[in-house]
């Protein structure tokens, strides 16, 4: 038996016994202290060798159950299962994360976690066969200094598939490849000199996206958002803010669309105020049901709309790869900002990518996602409803996620702190909002979620969230 086991318990700590149990045999299993198919003691010896009630000790197995990283043969005993997931050796420090938001920064994603495309059903082949493309022309070229606008090729592909798949249509000097979205909003906002002034931002909207706003010294000024999208409100034309930061495909994370006159409003008021919009196409080549609400930049005649668009969800993360569109007129002034920021990406990652989308590939891939997504959130809602408790609405119209409401007051962000301990990646729902009363409640991303493992995971969720409701 490990060295670390059984573990060692403080009784002046402020983290529960229970906590500490399975704090500490959850990282004796994942760090290989406790072995593969190791058989533990019960919970009525272990709570017997520690001193505390049995109570405490099974309510620590259980936490350990829920993430299969031990398995109980009926009168045989409790076992570490055969293959539990060990911690990654590049695992980085995960205490990064802002008050009331979770992001968990190791190699293996939690479930019902967001911005974590379907991995089970992504191209692997023709990825591949991409990048061993890329490296190969790599080889034979030139040592030069990259393009700090992108590889031309890409912004080719990139703007060929907007004005095919999002109604945009542009042409590759408006495109720029960025490393995301944070670094194509940083970009429109040094550029055009936002810094120390007011920006207007949806309300609920993402909360990295205010706190980025902050470190430049901008100050979010939040706008009601109601089931139409964006409420285009008498402070917003008065000029208090000279841009409007919006999630017209999918409103993040309410996930409707934004009403065709409520994108008329928009534009109007930047055209009437002499301000911009930074649209944010959240997820917009990812939505679930009927054709696909054009980019709102595609109706933009005056100049007015910067597009951000990202391959973080539709292909991995961890490419760090996104573009930004901007107006025609403000090209030079773009190009001429970023020849003094560090170049994008990878020129071997851009090229790949571009062969990736010139082979049809990512466009075919957006195809399956869309079918195998809208699967996957049929299957989660079905077994949500099964078990939902009444006080907790479930809505999921629009977006990538199931949305859990619950009674006003409920602390989701407690409740949220105990799904990230037993393993789950969902987000609450109150930071979203800046107002003094926000919705409490749970978003629940469906891109990985498993028929083999959807009701075991909901099960495991659902006792969490009654204990907290």
């Known amino acids: 038996m490990s060295e670390s086991y059984p573990p060692a318990i403080s009784r002046g700590s402020t983290v529960s016994i229970t906590q500490q149990i399975y704090r500490g045999m959850r ?7 406790l072995a593969p198919g190791a058989r533990l003691s019960s919970w009525q010896d272990l709570a017997s060798q520690l001193g505390v009630s049995r109570g405490t000790v099974k309510r620590a197995y259980d936490l350990l159950k829920d993430e299969q990283l031990i398995i ?12 539990p997931p060990s911690l990654q050796t590049d695992q980085v420090e995960t205490n990064t994360q802002q008050p009331g938001m979770f ?17 089970d059903e992504f191209p692997l082949k023709a990825w591949f ?17 990259p393009d700090p606008r992108g590889l031309y090729a890409l912004r080719q592909e990139i703007a060929g598939y907007l004005t095919l798949a999002r109604g945009l249509s542009c042409h590759a000097d408006r495109v720029f490849i960025s490393s995301g979205f944070s670094s194509g909003l940083f970009i429109v906002l040094s550029a055009m000199g936002f810094h120390g002034q007011k920006v207007f931002v949806e309300d609920p909207g993402f909360p990295r996206t205010r706190q980025a706003l902050r470190e430049l010294a901008i100050t979010p000024v939040p706008v009601p958002v109601d089931p139409f999208g964006i409420c285009v409100s008498p402070n917003m034309m008065n000029g208090e803010a000279k841009l409007a930061i919006v999630t017209p495909g999918q409103q993040s994370p309410l996930g409707m669309p934004l009403a065709p006159d409520r994108r008329m409003d928009l534009l109007n008021w930047a055209r009437q105020t002499d301000a911009w919009i930074i649209e944010d196409d959240y997820a917009g080549e990812l939505q679930l049901t009927g054709r ?40 030079g002034r773009f190009s001429k900002f970023v020849a003094h920021l560090t170049p994008a990406g990878s020129l071997i990652a851009q090229q790949a990518l571009q062969y990736f989308i010139a082979g049809g590939h990512y466009l075919r891939h957006l195809r399956r996602m869309k079918t195998l997504y809208l699967a996957r959130k049929t299957l989660l809602v079905s077994t949500l409803r099964e078990e939902l408790p009444p006080s907790v609405r479930c809505e ?33 729902i109150s930071p979203w909002y800046q ?17 083999r493992s959807v009701a075991a995971r909901c099960r495991a969720l659902l006792r969490i969230i009654q204990g907290g409701i």
């Open 103 to 119: 992001y968990d920064f190791r190699a293996r994603p939690q479930y019902f976690q967001g911005g974590i495309p379907a991995q």
């Open 72 to 83: 109980t043969r009926g009168a045989t005993g409790t076992w570490v299962t055969s293959s």
């Open 435 to 451: 107002g003094p009363n926000p919705q409490s409640g749970l978003l629940l991303s469906i891109t990985n979620v498993t028929e």
């Open 27 to 33: 990282e004796a299993i994942l760090s290989g202290s």
């Open 396 to 428: 999921f119209e629009g977006g990538l996620s199931v949305r859990l409401f619950f009674p006003a007051g409920t602390d989701d962000v407690a409740i949220a702190e105990r799904a990230q301990l037993a393993g789950f990646g969902a987000l609450p």
């Open 292 to 331: 696909a609400i054009p980019a709102l930049a595609g109706d933009d005649h005056d100049g007015r709309v910067f597009h951000v668009g990202s391959f973080s969800k539709t292909i991995n993360p961890s490419l760090r790869m996104g573009y930004l569109v901007v107006p025609e007129h403000l090209i």
């Open 129 to 145: 066969n991409a990048w061993r493309k890329a490296m190969t022309a790599d080889l034979s070229r030139p040592m030069i200094q």
